[in-house]
Antibody, heavy 117, light 107 residues
Framework: QVQLQQSGAELVKPGSSVKISCKASGYTFTSYDMHWIKQQPGNGLEWIGWIYPGNGNTKYNQKFNGKATLTADKSSSTAYMQLSSLTSEDSAVYFC??????????WGQGTLVTVSS | DIQMTQSPSSMSASLGDTVTITCLASQDIGNYLSWYQQKPGKSPKLMIYGATNLEDGVPSRFSGSRSGSDYSLTINSLGYDDEGIYHCHQYYEYPFTFGSGTKLEIK
């Protein structure tokens, strides 16, 4: 069965960067886009972008240009998202999710990022 | 960007009731609309895709419909397990966008 296993919660300082991971299993990692989605406490969902692990192509929500960088390691079937120049506005739960043409059928469990000094 | 205006933001209903949640798309999205259920501390779960199609394993009490730019999720015969936050999502055009969510409480 398809599983997306994300890395654990992070507590980071303002101005720093953080890299979170999403390890995929149960399907061919290089065949499907991996998307990333942000959810701030009490807020709705916000789409950040996707990476196609097959060739490394990416597409970003313009709002996250310069904030998020998506990469993927085919050898370990793991997608990564790096967030830079962190502020309190970046404190949120971040999900990876796999789009299957019908919507996001598979989701990671989420990674909580807390930005605090 | 396509705006998805979701209503209501919260609602309370009784066991056995029927409820409807609506999303209004700011421009044409065809049937590229899905609905998710999210429980506290969990990731969203796909319930409806293509505006009207039930995801495998989702009870038939859930249904989706479309009228022009209005998309609706209807839940019949409410049970306690239906409590949670429901999100609509358009995947017609980038950037993908979501509604603001509807918190459903079962009295």
């Amino acid at each position: 069965q398809v599983q997306l296993q994300q890395s654990g919660a992070e507590l980071v300082k303002p101005g720093s960067s953080v890299k979170i991971s999403c390890k995929a299993s149960g399907y061919t990692f290089t065949s499907y886009d991996m998307h990333w989605i942000k959810q701030q406490p009490g807020n709705g969902l916000e789409w950040i972008g996707w990476i196609y692990p097959g060739n490394g192509n990416t597409k970003y929500n313009q709002k996250f240009n310069g904030k998020a960088t998506l990469t993927a390691d085919k050898s370990s079937s793991t997608a990564y998202m790096q967030l830079s120049s962190l502020t309190s506005e970046d404190s949120a739960v971040y999900f990876c999710a796999s789009l299957r043409g019908i919507g996001f059928a598979y989701w990671g469990q989420g990674t909580l990022v807390t930005v605090s000094s | 960007d396509i705006q998805m205006t979701q209503s209501p933001s919260s609602m309370s209903a009784s066991l056995g009731d029927t409820v409807t949640i609506t999303c209004l798309a700011s421009q044409d999205i065809g049937n590229y609309l899905s609905w998710y259920q999210q429980k506290p501390g969990k990731s969203p779960k796909l319930m409806i895709y293509g505006a009207t199609n039930l995801e495998d394993g989702v009870p038939s009490r859930f249904s989706g419909s479309r009228s022009g730019s209005d998309y609706s999720l209807t839940i019949n015969s409410l049970g306690y397990d239906d409590e949670g936050i429901y999100h609509c999502h358009q995947y017609y055009e980038y950037p993908f966008t979501f509604g603001s969510g509807t918190k459903l409480e079962i009295k």
